[in-house]
Every structure is written in structure tokens, then in C-alpha cells.
């Protein structure tokens, strides 16, 4: 497995020529009015055989930087690995899991080892679509991937699979072989305060009621002079979601979009009535210690092969609260995998991912997650 | 420019213009650091400051629900309370009905014969009132028997029979049967009137008449332990259900007996005030020591042994008084005695009615 990764940069353009002509697969990660079709073929151009596979984002990650604005490259030849592109169109929510059932069912299964997904990150349930696609996918392969971003803006979000910027898509990877070895991980660092609330009125993911009193209202009155900024300020309190009496099973979910007229909120995943849910707020050491400790569930899940390359997958809210520090995050997952390592990804409105290497694969919010590749 | 990073270049630069153009970037960067550092601590607060608010809201509508849990936690003890009244009530009030048709039945049944040995009692004493008077006539004839043989069997026989003794004694006899069963009948009637057919009824009565039968009716109670003094005024004709008042004058009539140790006086006094009439019942007893005079109307609340006391009289007679929109007072002195006072309105505005079902 070769990798190589080149910057583009507005006004500037690629930052590198393209050396690793025959890659195979070109991850792009990139500003939302940045990946356009031109910008696309120029990319294809460089790497003929390669298909193109990613979408817009709140930020991109090249090493141990994090920059805002400019497009990502990172171009790998597999060995033996064969690769498999499908894409699904997801006209609106709750087209969600039939959405994710169907790409499923669009990836041939034989040798199947692993499927990255990309979704457009707004107006879609993130749990429903992860629903849909476990349970088409045959047992024992697992699903890693993100919901794409568009900055502190939540307006546009876009999919690249192999193809033009899609706005309303999902898109997967499959990865086949046995040569490839996958670890992931996944961590948070949020902090739950003040008391539980039950979820009172609902539907999906668009919360209305806690206790019986708008959402959007105690957002507010919490937000104070940051309300302004919403629905990109709500990131600063996360949901952790629990059922009664499972206050440690708790489950992360973050705003995507508020809306003023029928006063409800849309969050990235579930948040179903009769459950309990508590605000969190960052805490900026262990913001940085769950994205070392993600890297180090990642690496555990390898054994004993090194990883060649991590997938990162991280929060925009991690980088609304970080900002300027914001690069401690990606140094803290380098300074586990060793400088080795190649550092990918972008920041999201969501990851996919198994909390642990062995729990269940499902949606998380304000999380960092990782995916290492690697081929015998 | 973030004004701690504005004095603080101030302080070590002189001047903002003597910051090298290079360092623009850098400066800048520094103070949007300083305005995010500051934007966070004060979100912080702020959510803070809203969760202490909003904590103590949760807090005092908790000590609300509390207070509003133990006020309908306290109605509930009185509903269960008074619930526990009514069944008492309705316990007596059962246990007074048979009592009153076993005594209703027993006086019916004792009345015939009573009847009947009452009037051959009268007939006898008309037979030997005029067996006496043959008698008389023989003996003024005696003298004129001859001396000796019939005449001397005559005298033998007078004298072995005692006849004058006899004579005297016969008439004596019946005097006390016929006392004794005037008696009967007097005590056959005071239990018809204790246990009143009326049961339920209200009517107006004599309430000296149901005195002086429930007296009767208890007299064995009082009789080894207290003279009873009766002081009677008087009492109009009083609308109430008697055998009712009856129980509340047996009870406090045995209670002030049970009071007494050896021997002492009961008093019974009647008489009108304002629209009221009433009934003392003093007594010469132990008295009711201060703490307990509040607790004597609770039910099961008794001093006196099992099987003597069940505690229920005073709650009962409570009860039954109250129904006549009247009320008991008691008034004691340990060591010197207790006079209870039942008062009982002339014109009373009671649901006569209630008492129908
Ligand atoms: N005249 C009195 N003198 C002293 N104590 C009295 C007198 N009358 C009532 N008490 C006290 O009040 C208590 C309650 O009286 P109450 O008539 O309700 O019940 P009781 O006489 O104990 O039992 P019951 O009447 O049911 O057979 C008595 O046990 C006694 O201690
Ligand atoms: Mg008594």
C-alpha cells in the first residue's frame, strides 16, 4: 500500500505534483464551494485510474494540520485490495433507511472486509441510515465513515462518489481482500451537567418538547449571547441520550438544524420520546485525551500490523469549542500511531463507527473516530 | 484588539505601531485566542448560572410536591379516621338493636304469666280474705263444743298449726307476692322502654322517664358502689331518638360507677338553659387526670381492663349527641370526682331524616 497527499489551495492550486499516477483510490475532503466539477476532473486527470471518494466538511486534515478552505488529496495504491464504489440518493430523512438498505444491498458481498460511508449531512437520520445498512450488510463486516460537513454553516453538504458533488446522497467504499487489516475507534470527552430531562414530544430526529417546554427554548436561555449562532452554537451542549435507569449506556447526539417556526430542533440521530436526556459541555484536556484514546482503540483493533494509514472522522463541534487548539487533537492521535502514519479525514457533522472494536456499529456526535488501514 | 493584549503591548512594546510587520499574523491570532478563552468562560458561566437557576426552580417545586403530598397524606388520616368512626358507630348501633329486640322479646314472653300469677294473686287473696272470715265465724262457735273429746281435738290442731301466727302471716304473704310482682312488671316495663320500640324514631320524650329506666336497668351496676341522688328539674318534652339517649345515659351512669372505689355518690341533675336542655351525670369517683381529657372521646381509648372497658362508650354517646346537634362537656378534678353534661338543643335544625336510612 503506497499513499502520497497534495493540498489545493485557493489561488494557488495543487500544492504538489502527482507522483503515484496509478493509485487506485484519491480521498477528497474539501470546502463545500471548493469541490467543484472542475476542480474534480483536474483531479482525475491526475490520477487516471483512481476512483474519487468523499465530500464537503467543516475542516481537513492533512498530517497533523487542520485547515479550513482548501481541498485534501490522499491518493492510495493498494497491493491486492480491490475496491467497490456505490452511491443512493436520500431525497429527505426518512428516506433514510431504505437508503441505506439499498446501497447495502449495491455492494457485492463476496471478500467483503470492510465498508467506509459518507453521507450528506443534513436532512438525513444518521441512526436510521446505519439501521438500514447493517442490516443488509453481511454479519461480521463493520462500517466506519461520517456525515460531511459545510463548515459552521449546516446549508450544503456534498458526497464525491466517483462521480459529481451529489447534495442529498449517501456513498460507500467497499474494500475487499484479505490482505487489508482495519482497526477503528471512537471516543468523546464530553461532559454531562445539570439535570436529566425526559423527552416529552419528538418525531425521528426533530426534537420539540423537553419536560413539556421547548428545546429550542432552553437552548437560548443556555446559549445566552451565543444564540446568535444558532444552530453551529447548540454544538457547545450536546444531548447525551439515556433510557431510564442506563444513565452509563449514554449515547451522543448533536444539533444539525433549528427551526424557528415550529420551534423544533434537528438533531444528527435519534432522540426518541420516553428517553432521558442531559446537556454536556466540553472539557478541553479531555476533548484531546479521547482523540488519543480513539487512535489507541484503533491501533489495539490492528494487532499486530502497523497502520499505514488513519481515517479521521472528527467533530465540527470539537473544532468550534478547540479552535486555535484545535490541532492538539491530531497531534495526540499522531503521537500514538508514530509519525509513520498517514493522516487523513476532515470534520463532520457525525461519525459511524462501533463505540469499541467489538460493541455494535452505530451513529455518535461530537466524537473523534478513526480508521486505520493497513495491507500485509 | 483584545484590550489585555492592547496593554500588555502597551506595557512591553511602548506601542502598538512598534510591532514589526511580521508579527501581525501573530498578534492577531494571540488576541482572537484571548476573545475565544473569554467567549468560553463567560458561556461557561452563563450555563452555569442558568443551571444553578434552574436547579433551584426544580429544588422548590420538590418541596411544593412534598407539602402537597403530606397535606393530602393528612386528609386521608381524617377520612380514614372518620371512616373508622362510622363503623363503629354502625358496630353499636348493631349490637343495641339485637340487645334491644332480645330485651323486647324477653319482656313479652315474662308479661303473660306475670299477668296471669299477678291476677290469681288478686283472686287468691279475695278466696283467703273470705276462708279467714268462715274461719272467724267457727271460732266465735268454738265455746259452745262440749268439753273435752271434739272440743279438745280442735284447740291440739289450733295450737299445732299456729293458727293466729298463720292468719297474720297468710295476708303478709300475698301483700309481698303481689309487691314482688308489681315489681317485675315495673322492671319488664323499663326494659321495653330502655330498648324502645321506636328504634329510629324520632319522637318526643320524657327524658326523666328514660332516666329513671335506664337507672333501672343499671341499678345493679351501682347499687354496691353509689347512693344516686336525682335532682330534677323541669324538662319540656324533648324531639330525639330515646333509646339513643338511653345508651348515652347507661354508659355515662356505668362509667361513674366503675369511677368510684368503695362507695360514694352519683348524681343525676336535669334542667334548661337558654335553648338548651341538659343531663349531668357527677360522681364522686377517681377523676380524669388533665392529659387524658382529651383522649376519653377517641374510640378503643380505655383505663379499665380488657373485658371490662372496650373505650367505645364515650365515642359512641359523642357521636350520638353530636346527631342530636347537641355536645357533651366534662369537667373533672382527680381524686374528687367527674361531672360529665350532656346539653341538647330544644329546637334543634337536625336532618331528622338522615337517621331514616
Ligand atoms: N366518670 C369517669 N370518671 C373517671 N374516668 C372516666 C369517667 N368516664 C370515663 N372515664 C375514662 O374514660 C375512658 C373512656 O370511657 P369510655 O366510656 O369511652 O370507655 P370505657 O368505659 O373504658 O369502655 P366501654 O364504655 O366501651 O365499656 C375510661 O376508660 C376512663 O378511663
Ligand atoms: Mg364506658
Redesign the pocket.
Known amino acids: 500500500m503506497q499513499i502520497e497527499q497534495t493540498q489545493w489551495l485557493p489561488g494557488t492550486g495543487w500544492t504538489k505534483p502527482a507522483v503515484l499516477t496509478d493509485a487506485g483510490l484519491v480521498l477528497v475532503f474539501g470546502g463545500t464551494d471548493l469541490l467543484t466539477e472542475d476542480v474534480l476532473a483536474d483531479l482525475q486527470r491526475r490520477y487516471p485510474r483512481a476512483l474519487l471518494f468523499g465530500g464537503s466538511t467543516a475542516g481537513e486534515i492533512l498530517g497533523a494540520g487542520v485547515y479550513d478552505d482548501s481541498i485534501v488529496a490522499t491518493a492510495i495504491r493498494f497491493a491486492d485490495t480491490r475496491l467497490h464504489i456505490a452511491s443512493q440518493p436520500v431525497p429527505d430523512a426518512a428516506a433514510s433507511h431504505a437508503a441505506g438498505q439499498a446501497l447495502a444491498a449495491r455492494l457485492p458481498r463476496e471478500d467483503l472486509a470492510h465498508v467506509l460511508v459518507l453521507t450528506t449531512g443534513l436532512d438525513v437520520n444518521g441512526t436510521e441510515l446505519v439501521d438500514g445498512l447493517k442490516s443488509a450488510l453481511p454479519e461480521g463486516v463493520d462500517l466506519t465513515g461520517g456525515l460531511t460537513g459545510d463548515g459552521a454553516r449546516f446549508q450544503r453538504t456534498l458526497v464525491i462518489a466517483d462521480g459529481p458533488p451529489v447534495e442529498h446522497g449517501v456513498a460507500a467504499l467497499g474494500l475487499y481482500g484479505s490482505r487489508i487489516r482495519i482497526g477503528h475507534g471512537c471516543l468523546g470527552g464530553w461532559d454531562p451537567f445539570g439535570p436529566d430531562r425526559l423527552i416529552t414530544r419528538s418525531r425521528g430526529n426533530v426534537l420539540y418538547e423537553l419536560d413539556g417546554h421547548s428545546a429550542l427554548d432552553l437552548y437560548k436561555q443556555y446559549l445566552g449571547e451565543h444564540a446568535a449562532q444558532l444552530p453551529a452554537s447548540a454544538l457547545l451542549f450536546p444531548l447525551a441520550l439515556h433510557r431510564e435507569g442506563e444513565a452509563d449506556a449514554a449515547l451522543v447526539r448533536a444539533v444539525l438544524a433549528v427551526n424557528e417556526a415550529d420551534q423544533s430542533m434537528t438533531f444528527a440521530g435519534d432522540v426518541p420520546e420516553g428517553q432521558y436526556a442531559r446537556m454536556m459541555r466540553a472539557n478541553f484536556d479531555r476533548l484531546v485525551e479521547g482523540a488519543s484514546g480513539a487512535a489507541r482503540q484503533a491501533r489495539f483493533g490492528m494487532a499486530e500490523s502497523r497502520p499505514q494509514l488513519a481515517l479521521l472522522i472528527s467533530c465540527v463541534a470539537r473544532k468550534l469549542v478547540l479552535a486555535q487548539r484545535i490541532e492538539e487533537e491530531v497531534e495526540g492521535v499522531r503521537d500514538v500511531l508514530g509519525e509513520e502514519t498517514v493522516l487523513a479525514g476532515f470534520y463532520s457533522y457525525g461519525e459511524i463507527s462501533p463505540y469499541t472494536p467489538t460493541a455494535r456499529c452505530e451513529l455518535h456526535n461530537q466524537t473523534m473516530t478513526i480508521t486505520t488501514l493497513s495491507e500485509d | 484588539m483584545h484590550p489585555l493584549l492592547e496593554r500588555q503591548i502597551r506595557r512591553h512594546l511602548g506601542d502598538a505601531t512598534a510591532i514589526p510587520e511580521a508579527m501581525h499574523a501573530l498578534f492577531q491570532a494571540i488576541g482572537e485566542a484571548y476573545e475565544h478563552a473569554d467567549a468560553d468562560r463567560r458561556l461557561v458561566e452563563h450555563a452555569l448560572d442558568q443551571m444553578s437557576r434552574e436547579l433551584t426552580e426544580r429544588n422548590r417545586e420538590l418541596q411544593r410536591q412534598l407539602v402537597e403530598k403530606q397535606r393530602t397524606e393528612a386528609e386521608q388520616a381524617a377520612l380514614i379516621k372518620r371512616l373508622e368512626e362510622a363503623h363503629n358507630q354502625l358496630l353499636q348501633s348493631e349490637k343495641m338493636a339485637s340487645i334491644g329486640q332480645l330485651a323486647a322479646g324477653v319482656a313479652h314472653e315474662i308479661n303473660n304469666p306475670i299477668g296471669y300469677v299477678n291476677s290469681n294473686l288478686a283472686s287468691l287473696r279475695d278466696y283467703v280474705r273470705q276462708m279467714l272470715a268462715v274461719l272467724d265465724a267457727y271460732e266465735r262457735a268454738e265455746p259452745l263444743l262440749p268439753d273435752g273429746g271434739e272440743r279438745e281435738d280442735v284447740l291440739a290442731a289450733k295450737r299445732a298449726a299456729e293458727l293466729d301466727y298463720l292468719k297474720a302471716d297468710v295476708v303478709a304473704l300475698l301483700d309481698e307476692s303481689s309487691d314482688g310482682i308489681a315489681r317485675v312488671r315495673r322492671i319488664v316495663q323499663d326494659l321495653k322502654d330502655f330498648s324502645h320500640a321506636d328504634r329510629g324514631e324520632w319522637v318526643l320524650a320524657d327524658l326523666h322517664k328514660g332516666l329513671d329506666s335506664t337507672l333501672n336497668v343499671v341499678n345493679n351496676e351501682i347499687k354496691y358502689k353509689a347512693r344516686v341522688e336525682k335532682l330534677y328539674g323541669d324538662l319540656p318534652m324533648v324531639r330525639c331518638l330515646p333509646s339513643q339517649l338511653n345508651q348515652v345515659f347507661m354508659?355515662?351512669l356505668?362509667?361513674?360507677a366503675?369511677?368510684i372505689d368503695k362507695q360514694g355518690v352519683i348524681t343525676v341533675r336535669t334542667g334548661v338553659e337558654g335553648d338548651d336542655v341538659w343531663v349531668e351525670v357527677a360522681?364522686t369517683?377517681?377523676?380524669?387526670p388533665e392529659a387524658?381529657l382529651t383522649r376519653?372521646?377517641d374510640p378503643f381509648?380505655?383505663?379499665?381492663p380488657v373485658g371490662?372497658?372496650?373505650?367505645?362508650?364515650?365515642?359512641i354517646?359523642y357521636g350520638i349527641v353530636h346527631k342530636h346537634g347537641g355536645h357533651i362537656e366534662v369537667k373533672?378534678e382527680p381524686g374528687r370526682g367527674?361531672v360529665?353534661r350532656v346539653n341538647l338543643p330544644l329546637h334543634s335544625s337536625v336532618d331528622e331524616d338522615a337517621d331514616h336510612e
Do not use: Q
Open positions: 354508659n355515662l356505668v362509667n361513674a366503675h369511677a360522681d369517683g377517681c377523676g380524669i387524658l376519653i372521646f381509648f380505655t383505663t379499665k371490662k372497658g372496650t373505650g367505645l362508650g364515650l365515642s354517646s373533672s367527674t360529665f
